[in-house]
Nanobody, 129 residues
Framework: QVQLVESGGGLVQAGGSLRLSCAAS????????????MVWFRQVPGKEREYVSA???????YYSESVKGRFTVSRDNAKNTVFLQMNSLKPEDTAVYYC???????????????????WGEGTLVTVSS
């Protein structure tokens, strides 16, 4: 089994920055992490979980249109950790951000939550205007 734990959320003013981290742990976390596409989703109460960004096991990066040019995703396979650097934050970025892992997943369009194998508990990002 693999556990994912997000950190780095908080309150920030519009235009500010935050860096989220997601660390994988567990008996098979190293192998799982190395072959997984890691995906960030976010969710606002009352709305569906929304895809934000992804990084494949080969380090290819992907972004939703709403965050392209502002967010940067990266991974450190030696530390089983994925990061989401969020710059120029807007109030509409306010959400709970979730990290997810999908083993052997090939990006073909925006990933959907149903395709993920593991989830973190989420970290709250609040952007004030």
């Amino acid at each position: 089994q693999v556990q994912l734990v997000e950190s780095g959320g908080g309150l920030v003013q519009a235009g500010g920055s935050l860096r989220l981290s997601c660390a994988a742990s567990g008996r098979t976390s190293g192998r799982t992490f190395s072959i997984s596409t890691m995906v960030w989703f976010r969710q606002v109460p009352g709305k569906e979980r929304e895809y934000v960004s992804a990084v494949s096991w080969s380090d290819s990066t992907y972004y939703s249109e709403s965050v392209k040019g502002r967010f940067t995703v990266s991974r450190d396979n030696a530390k089983n950790t994925v990061f989401l650097q969020m710059n120029s934050l807007k109030p509409e970025d306010t959400a709970v951000y979730y990290c997810a892992a999908a083993e052997g997943y090939y990006m073909d369009g925006d990933p959907i939550p149903e395709s993920m194998d593991y989830w973190g508990e989420g970290t709250l990002v609040t952007v004030s205007s």
